[in-house]
């Protein structure tokens, strides 16, 4: 089992790092197998993303799937999506959120700063909304504000 632990973090520092920044925006998604309210936000958010060009955009896609498998599962899981997270500039998610599931945050890609989140209860018609200004912020030469108003998830700044 250590070496699953091992290679999972082996394998996320060495990831290709190409390709980091290259849209405005980065879209993390905490998703799972088991988990319910991801089904609902895929489609939803899927459908919000049709209305931004798809370069505009980065996917990161982090799936916890495995974190039900046992505490050296969860340690494993845990490290390598925190290493992940963090070349991205985006550790504060991890650090805030764990491994709750259901969640997609739309980040500046430059300097990582939170412009907007998802849950399954947002419309797709307010993601895509949310989607735009936070594209027109990010193109900004100040990046690191927030959309007015801030998000929906709890406890994501502050």
Known sequence: MLRC????????LWLPQAGLAEGRLKLVTLTADWCAKCRVLEPALSAALETIPSDTVDLIEIDLTHM???????????????ARLSMHRAGWIWEQHEARTGLA???????????????????SEKMAAQLK???????AP????????????????G
């Open 5 to 12: 632990v091992v290679a999972i973090i082996a394998v996320t």
């Open 68 to 82: 039900r498998k046992g505490p050296d599962a969860r340690a494993g899981i845990g490290a390598a999506t925190r």
């Open 105 to 123: 945050f739309v980040l500046d890609a430059r300097s990582g700063a939170p412009l907007a989140c998802f849950t399954s209860a947002v419309p």
């Open 133 to 139: 200004l936070a594209s027109r912020i990010a193109d």
């Open 142 to 157: 100040v990046t690191d504000r927030q959309i007015a108003g801030g998000t929906d998830c709890p406890k994501l700044i």
